[in-house]
């Protein structure tokens, strides 16, 4: 039966001819079983989807067969006991997206609701179907899961990529530095000699003139020295790995130790507390850049605040050098370090870049923080975990 007068003669009727219009004009199939399981009724779209409507013969138990329904994306025979419709006439209220039809050698994905219709005494009288096609959906997120595997592929294979240049540019970076202090070291020699013969001379020469030259080259090779040292000390810092040494430790405390001996000025606005993170290497770049600040200034032009950046990740410590001199120098390393000095004049004072404040610099990266400097101010800004 596949009219609605045939619906009608199995005793399932209708209130009004446009009802039964209306279920004709559904745009989704209607597939109805009575209570016995047999089919009684296909709407225009149940047989356009099905390939035919309900014959002769068709019942709950071989509707699978009959309409060749099978299991999503494969062969299997979709089991009875699983439709939709069969689970109706036992009352249930079920939806699937897993059936497909094969229509003709086409295959169909269908998305099934079904609910059951019961009399007045509770018994179910019809199991009604309806269903649609959703090969158009189902087609796109194959497309889309096709998309996103091939998305991961090319994200693994450029992750690998980038881990290979990190280590590239990680062995690079260890092969300058081992090559900066070969160089430093085979330096040292020469310029020891150099040193040497100079002030031999400043203790031999006679005239003025002479002894001044002397004086003057022994003088160079001093500060050049210095600066080799200088660049060994940062090769090394550079190249040191940041392990260890993370412990808790009182950070109004540890300021507190640092400043006072100085005569340094200490100003905590908001107290610190307990922190986590690398306690004596914090001490210990703390400590240097006070000392770098007490070489060029006097202790009442420095002064000392400290804040926690909690909302970074990692948290951060700020400890601030208030010292104009010493801000000055930091500007002046960054070229050392690859940057763009933010004053013109900055590019033209090589001569007065502090190495031991580009070590302590150095030290400050390899753990994750840096040193940076404002106008008049030194920031030393060091990670907590």
Known sequence: MSSVSDLSASGLTFGADRLAQLVEALPVGVFILDGSGAAVYANSAAQALLGRGVAPGDHAGNLGERFA?????????????????????????????????????????????ATPVLADDGRVVFAVAVFQDITPRRQAQRALSLLNDELERQVAERTSELASTIVALENAHRAKSTFLMNVSHELRTPLNHIIGFSELLCERIGDPKQRQIAETTSASGRDLLDKVNGLIELARAEAEPATGGSETFDGDALLRELTAPFGIRLHIETPLGRLHGYAERTRQIIHEVLQRALAIAAPDECAVSAAVQPIETPARLVVRVACPRLAARVRALATLFGETPSDAATRFRQQEIDFHLAVIRARSRVLGGDIAASEDAVDIILPLD
């Open 69 to 113: 329904a099978v299991s999503a994306g494969t062969n299997d025979p979709y089991p009875t006991e699983s439709m939709p419709i069969v689970r109706a006439l036992a009352g249930e209220r079920t939806r699937v997206d897993d059936m497909e039809v094969i229509r003709h050698g086409e295959r169909i994905a269908l998305e099934v609701t």
